[in-house]
Each structure stands twice: as structure tokens, then as C-alpha cells.
């Protein structure tokens, strides 16, 4: 299984930027296309779509999110951090099954 | 306007099977391209990809549940379900049923349902 790692807390001030890193155990990318999502959870609700494809902004996603990366080094980045943004944050691959998530990137207020 | 919402037992005993059903709107199982997941999350723990049925009834497993796990559909009353045999207290969990994005590497989880609590206990 591919194994992905997070960290498990980032703590970042309001209006400053966030970067949440996501690290393969191989590689999850197919030539140009990066196989990595990104997820956003807040206590009590379901998980929500943020990046599909390493780089692309879902439907409804503020432009304040965008991610980047290949191979296996892989990166959220939130800016500015708005109080809104607490949040839980997941990456997850789909290179090869079984499908796997990180185990989580919680973002905390300084 | 898409949509899932999951139901389930709430509660059942160890060793029993849990029978899910995902009910969902604004798209069909029928159409190519379409697959739709179950993931579930033991409470304040992380997510846990279960199995995806698609269009064409192709099914995918987790390896890490081996044999105890059926997924399928119906594909006119717009359902998907999942079946877990010989459950116990670590199958405790929110179960969550989500639709696939798009495209041939497609497997993203764009749209997700609220989620049923699953518990297992004696």
C-alpha cells in the first residue's frame, strides 16, 4: 500500500500562509498527471473536496486554496489563513489501490 | 445538484453483518464514468477507503478487510450498498458514501454524504 504522510498539527496566525505537506511512500504520479487530492474536515462533518490532481481548485473552492507537487512530495497551501480554515485537512492517492489517505493535517490558530 | 445520504443499523452486536445503503441524487450509476465509494472514519481517527462499485458493476476492494466485504447497486432506485460480514467493536465507525470525480484517472472523492454512525458493541 502506498503509505502517506502528514503532520499531525500545523499552528499558523490569521492572514499569514499555511503549508500542509504530504509525503508518498512512492511516487503517485503517472507521467504529467499528479494522483493526489486534497481534503477539508471540520469537527462534525463530512470530508470536502478541496484539490483534485495535485493543482486543481474544486467546484466552490475559495483561490485563497492551491496545491503543487509531484512524485511524491506534495503541498496545500492556504493564504491567506482565514479563522474559517480550522479545519482538519486530508491529502489522499489514487495511484494504485488500495485508495489511501494521510492521517491528517490538523490547522490551529497561534 | 448531487447528493448521497447514508443509512444504516446505528447499532448491532459483534459477529453480525452491517448492511449500509447509500441514496443518492443527481447523477446515475448507469452513466460511464460514474463509480461511487464507501470510506468510513473510526471517531477522531483518519479515513479509511472500504470499496467502489462503477457503471459497468466493475468493483474494487480493500485488501485490509479481505473477504468480508460486498458492495453493490441498484442501479433504478439510484442505491449503492455495502455489506460487512462478522463485525466487531474495531468496525465502529461514521460511514461514509462518496461519488468518484471524472475521467479515466478519475478517483478522487468529489461529492460525500453526511455520514451514519456505525457502533458495534455487545
Known amino acids: 500500500d502506498i503509505v502517506l504522510t502528514q503532520s499531525p498539527v500545523l499552528a499558523v496566525s490569521l492572514g499569514q500562509r499555511a503549508t500542509i505537506s504530504c509525503r508518498a511512500s512512492?511516487?503517485?504520479?503517472?507521467?504529467?498527471?499528479?494522483?493526489m487530492h486534497w481534503y477539508q474536515q471540520k469537527p462534525g462533518q463530512q470530508p470536502k473536496l478541496l484539490i483534485y490532481?495535485?493543482?486543481n481548485l474544486a467546484s466552490g473552492i475559495p483561490a485563497r486554496f492551491s496545491g503543487s507537487g509531484s512524485g511524491t512530495d506534495f503541498t496545500l497551501t492556504i493564504d491567506p489563513v482565514q479563522a474559517d480554515d480550522i479545519a482538519a485537512y486530508y491529502c489522499q492517492q489514487s495511484r494504485e489501490s488500495p485508495l489511501t489517505f494521510g492521517s491528517g493535517t490538523k490547522l490551529e490558530i497561534k | 445538484q448531487v447528493t448521497l445520504k447514508e443509512s444504516g443499523p446505528g447499532i448491532l452486536q459483534p459477529s453480525q453483518t452491517l448492511s449500509l445503503t447509500c441514496s443518492f441524487s443527481?447523477?446515475?450509476?448507469?452513466?460511464?464514468?460514474?463509480?461511487v465509494s464507501w470510506i468510513r472514519q473510526p471517531s477522531g481517527k483518519g479515513l479509511e477507503w472500504l470499496a467502489t462499485?462503477?457503471?459497468?458493476?466493475?468493483?474494487g476492494y480493500n485488501p485490509s478487510l479481505k473477504n468480508r466485504l460486498t458492495i453493490s447497486k441498484d442501479t433504478s432506485n439510484n442505491q449503492a450498498f455495502l455489506k460487512i460480514t462478522s463485525v466487531d467493536t474495531a468496525d465502529t465507525a461514521i460511514y461514509y458514501c462518496?461519488?468518484?470525480?471524472?475521467?479515466?484517472?478519475?478517483?478522487?472523492?468529489?461529492?460525500w454524504g453526511q455520514g451514519t454512525l456505525v457502533t458495534v458493541s455487545s
Open positions: 443527481g447523477f446515475s450509476l448507469s452513466t460511464s464514468g460514474i463509480c
Open positions: 462518496a461519488r468518484r470525480g471524472f475521467g479515466v484517472w478519475g478517483d478522487w472523492f468529489a461529492y
Open positions: 462499485i462503477c457503471w459497468e458493476d466493475s468493483k
Open positions: 490532481r495535485a493543482s
Open positions: 512512492q511516487s503517485v504520479s503517472i507521467s504529467s498527471i499528479n494522483l
